[in-house]
């Protein structure tokens, strides 16, 4: 039997003695804090996690393959110092008939005497998947880990209790609204009818892009990576946040990446992200990513993103947002869902 233990892996970004790695995380060309691209972090984090899954799931079946079809609450706690390594720390906390998920700290380590502590920047959840085939199509069964420790047991233990969470969360987040939701919605429709409105609307504060998918973003046999399309994804989002933060806006966390459907070569993918919710100095931006095939005879959700930004100064105090107000009856929807998400997100973690 195998342990979690026994499947830890990690990786390091030197950033502190490679300076063409450093620039290429780096925003803008200034000495700025928090001046880190989240997106091509997000890329690392899902190699990882794949490599992670890979070397468990090729020990009883060698030709297997693995998918991301999921990633959960990515919450930053502590804003990335480019001049500092970062270590990737991942481990498989637990394996279900065939699904894994897979847990990863991100932290700079500790420096010398002087040069600044370990600091735990984030932590993150990966469910891949087990599939076999050329076309990775057929899920394939996996031997379970074995929990010894009160660590492994806890971790697996929350792990199911995640899950119960998320399935309670999603039936949430389709249930009607209640009295206090529902009067919330009302002023802001109300809000627009008065003389003079001046508001942000929803349906103006959106950014889409096309693109064609070459074997350049191969990752597996005619399948494209899925990081690259996250970090295509969050990129947009952030721009698209800024239609609404006045001052400079930050990853605050990944609530949620879903994975429908793969992408394949020559498939032209639509990228929508648009400004769901706002509250305090809190930015929700909704990401889907939309396939077409090369022939144009199919088309598919591949991705549903949500991510929270946050507008802050230039030390990194947060900064208010102006409101933003739904008009339609989706965009009402898009709007709770984005609240409720953000207020368990917050229950979480308090430090948002």
Known sequence: MTRPLDTSLTTTLPFASDLALRRRFTVIDEEIRGNFRFGLLLEHLDILAEQTALAYVRRTHPEGR?????????VVRHVVDVTRDIVLQARINHVGRSSLEIGIRVEHPAMAPGGGGELHIASCYFTMAAREGAEAGESLPLPPLEYLDYLEQQRAAKVMAGREEYRQQQAALQAPPSREEYDLLSRMHQAQEEPGFAGLVAGR?????????????????????????????????????????????????????????????????????????????????????????RDRSSKALSNSCLFTFVNVDRDLNHRPVPAIFPTTYREDARYLEAHRSLQALTGHYPML
């Open 66 to 74: 693995v998918v991301t079809a999921a990633i959960d609450n990515i």
């Open 205 to 293: 504060l959106v950014a889409d892009a096309w693109e064609r998918m070459y074997p350049e973003q191969e990752y597996v046999p005619q399948r494209v990576f899925g990081g690259y399309l996250m970090r295509r994804a969050y990129e947009l989002s952030g721009i698209c946040s800024e239609l609404v933060a006045p001052d400079r806006s930050i990853i605050a966390a990944v609530n949620r990446i879903n994975f429908f459907h793969p992408v394949r070569l020559g498939d032209k993918l639509h990228f929508t992200s648009r400004v769901v919710y706002t509250a305090e100095s809190f930015v929700c931006v909704e990401a889907s990513i939309e396939r077409i095939s």
